[in-house]
């Protein structure tokens, strides 16, 4: 079932129809590109309703021309053809073209749906498009318009904070005024590599005022590119401002939150400081991570926002096991070099 051109299709296209489909983080630099799997699946059952009253010739899905695309519709318009069929695919195992086909297809519980997938085994192009190119490394996800922006704060502003920590840039919730209702974005880091047995915290400044307890943010951790988030354990008014338990609904429900409402008088006051936060990841040392930094609003109450500036990895490296000096090694996103600046 999907729409195009403003029609709904879900028995019958009556023909080729084009559809568009968001990857939801940047893999552009980072390995992920080269382990990721797309899966094309197709159920059946018994009942052959010829996607209409009467057979109407050939039934049934096809697919052709997988194409990577960047700024669709734009001018800076890019893609790529990953596979257009011309040849026909060798779907063995282990194929020389990188599609696998489920030999004996799997049979979901209870209705007897019958699955068969065909996997691209690893893509083998190296794409040189940033989807975020103003910020190496990062990526947005979004399931509207609404979503994480960066950039520069307007002047004479009367939401968020006046001035970003450093630089004239960074990245928040609606940069020219209030946040949206009903939105949900992710700002998705690049891939750090933390050293075996070091001491690393996760760091950022913050800078956040949302209607509390139904709005705000949440910071998760991948350790497999990206396939699965897990939330940072709740650290009330250490890292968090409190544990969810409004909203049922919220996707950050029985997690905990950010929302501004631990600081003293209110949140809603420009001339605030951002905070600093900090989370200790020294148990993920010697893995692979990733962050997402997650923003949720109901249809209610819609105030600043949150806006996050000099976000990286600090690690504790020791130069002499015995001098007991540690020297701080901080690793961050952005073009900066070697130290914390901001984007």
Not at 100 to 122: C, D, E, F, Q, R
Not at 128 to 138: A, E, F, V
Not at 304 to 329: E, L, M, S, T
């Amino acid at each position: 079932m999907f729409w195009h051109n403003g029609n709904l299709y879900y028995t019958e296209s009556k023909g080729w129809i084009p559809v568009y489909l968001p990857i939801v983080h940047n893999f552009t630099n980072s390995g992920g590109l080269n382990h990721t799997l797309f899966k094309f699946t197709v159920y059946t059952n018994a009942g052959i309703n010829f996607g209409g009253a009467t057979s109407s010739g050939w039934e049934g899905i096809a697919l052709d021309q997988l194409v990577f695309h960047h700024k669709r519709g734009s001018n800076n318009a890019q893609s790529q053809v990953f596979h257009d069929f011309n040849n026909p695919p060798n779907i063995g195992f282990n194929s020389s073209d990188g599609w696998l086909n489920s030999i004996t297809p799997a049979t979901t519980s209870g209705n007897g749906h019958k699955i068969w997938v065909l996997v691209p085994n690893s893509i083998k192009y190296t794409l040189s498009m940033n989807l975020m190119n103003y910020l190496k490394g990062w990526s947005v996800s979004a399931q509207s318009d609404s979503r994480w922006e960066h950039g520069e704060l307007p002047p004479n502003r009367i939401y968020g904070p006046t001035a970003w920590t450093s630089g004239n840039n960074g990245v928040g919730i609606a940069l020219d005024g209030r946040y949206d209702a009903e939105m949900y974005t992710h700002l998705i880091s690049p891939e750090y590599a933390i050293p075996p047995h070091s001491s690393a915290r996760l760091s950022f400044n913050s800078w956040i005022c949302t209607e509390a307890n139904w709005d705000g943010g949440a910071v998760s951790v991948s350790t497999d590119g990206g396939i699965n988030w897990w939330f940072l354990p709740p650290k009330i008014t250490d890292f968090h401002d409190q544990i969810s338990t409004a909203n049922t609904n919220s996707p950050f429900y029985g997690e905990g939150i950010l929302d501004g409402s631990t600081i003293a008088g209110s949140c809603r006051n420009s001339s605030l400081p951002f905070q600093l936060k900090q989370y200790e990841i020294s148990n993920l040392s010697g893995i692979d991570v990733r962050f997402r930094f997650s923003f949720f609003a109901d249809q209610l109450v819609e105030l600043d926002g949150w806006y996050i500036d000099d976000a990286g990895i600090v690690i504790d490296v020791f130069k002499n096991a015995g001098n007991g000096y540690p020297n701080r090694y901080i690793q961050i996103p952005t073009l900066a070099g070697d130290k914390l600046t901001g984007w």
